[in-house]
């Protein structure tokens, strides 16, 4: 009986250990075929990588953790290869929070502009400190007060400024001074979590202005199309032209350029298709559904930012709908991205397909177009002063002498004092004259002393002469702008 067990007991034991040896050779072998011979093996370069890699994780003197090591790997072979294609949305982020989709954020809420050293109020965004507080656009901060410490936002440059209402934490008081025309306010905020706008209703349909909508979307991230939706429900029925201000949007996600065009276009339209690199499409988009509203007359307004779903949109809308672009070409990102996110929450962004749209007077199967590094030319330009009006709006730097800069403050001046500046520099005319005979009209058109010392010791321009020309020109640009909007609205 005790050999009989001792035998079962020894074939056992002679089976398990075959079995695994044969499972190691198994593995093995699945393993030798897959690395050299499935469609996944890897190659010459893939493996140089491979190697690459271990080499420096295992052996190489001043590596760190594996985390580290791999982090950088990834970052550094995206972005080297997306510089070589001059593709700057392919990109490796260490969560998805920094991949800067996201429409929450965090702050006072507003968005400003330099403005002869103080801040200027350009928009204030929805359920934020600034919009509780009754904060407008046109509204200028020129002083805050914090933790007893008081200052004038003059005193400093804007990048400094900014500096300094970002160091604190999120809890606390600051106390802003407010100039809003003669008015001097005294506002309370704090920090808070509030959404971007999306959408900013410019001018309601009324019987004065032949029931024309304004509206500005500052972008397609996020829902804008659920807010527009909203928005329109309050006028249904009321609109026959809507106007769509899209200068300024750099894009956002194609399904919302998507969505919000099924609003307006007939069904059965072409309202773009994705298309890789061999050519073949990935997926189109079509109108499949009578759309929500029926609204006779459209207008976009576009400009050298506007970009990528919001340019996608504009190509929907002019091919299938009464729709006039105005404004200057585009930006021309007719490309679009995927995301691939790990385990650990890192994320890679990649450009994947190109982004076909209808032209005007699209025929099913052909003349879709991708206005990739293109943009789209639109039908009625803005007169060429706005485009310059433009740049100099957006002008916050110091001025300099360079033979550019010389020329662009002569520009500058010639919209601002048109009778008392010539038209080009000369032999006898320089950027120093330039300068002195501004610091004098300015001293007698302000009566500010400080307008009579143009130049620093060191010879560069004045921080307070620099401050009133950025704001001068911020002026100019926003009068050009009234005058382009009540333009738009008569159309």
Known sequence: MEEKKQKHHFSLGTTVLISCVTLFLGVGTGFFLYATCSPYALNDEEKQIVDAYRLLKDNWLFGEESQYLHQNALDGMLT???QEEDDPYTFYTGNMEDQGLSTDNSGFGFNTHTYDGYFYITAVHPNSSASKAGLRKGDILTRVTVKDESRNFSDYSYDENLSFLSSFPKDTSFVFEVQRGEQTLSVSLKKTEYTDRLLDLVQAPTDE???????????????????????????????????????????GYLNQSESMAKLFVPKGSFIDMLVDKNGRVYSSCYQKEEPRYSIERFTILVDSKTASASESFTLAMRANTNCEVVGFTTYGKGIAQQFKQFSDGSVIRFTYAYV??????????????????????????????????????????????????????????????????????????????????????????????AYQHPFNEDGTVSKKLNDLFVKECFDQYLIYEQKLLDWTLTQ
């Open 80 to 82: 080297s290869v997306a």
């Open 209 to 251: 202005n032949n029931h024309t909508m304004m509206v500005k979307i500052d972008t397609f991230l996020g829902n804008p199309t659920a807010a527009l939706q909203g928005t329109l429900d309050l006028y249904q029925g009321k609109i026959d032209h809507l106007i769509f201000d899209l200068r300024g949007n750099g894009g």
């Open 356 to 449: 076909y749209g209808p032209e005007r007077g699209y025929q099913e199967s052909k003349d879709a177009i991708c206005i990739h590094k293109k943009g789209i030319t639109p039908d009625q330009e803005y007169e060429r002063d706005f485009n310059f009006l433009y740049k100099v709006a957006n002008y916050t730097t110091s001025l300099g002498i360079s033979t550019a800069g010389q020329q662009f403050f002569l520009d500058a001046m010639q919209y601002i004092y048109p009778e008392q500046y010539p038209l080009t520099y000369s032999a006898t005319y320089h950027f120093t004259d330039a300068i002195k005979q501004y610091g004098e009209y300015s001293y007698l058109k302000y009566g500010k002393e």
